[in-house]
């Protein structure tokens, strides 16, 4: 496993984040949407996997007036 790391390097552990911000006119909303890309890695045995992800979600804004 230690040479394995070695190997590796530093980006093993090195997630991306993008946050787009986005409003929506006809729905007098705004939104914002996160992606984020990374890898991690799991250990079963003596086998090592990576896992490669992408998650993406939205916040939505509604603007309401009183």
Not at 13 to 34: A, E, P, S, Y
Not at 36 to 62: C, T
Request: net charge positive.
């Amino acid at each position: 496993m230690a040479e394995w790391k070695k190997t590796i390097g530093l980006n093993a552990n090195k997630r991306h984040i993008f946050v787009i911000k986005k409003h929506d006119t006809k729905l007098g909303k705004d939104m914002f949407i996160c992606d984020i890309v990374g890898r991690l890695y799991a250990v079963s045995g003596f086998d090592i996997y990576s896992v490669v992800f992408k998650h993406s979600f939205e916040v939505d804004f509604v603007h309401t007036q009183s």
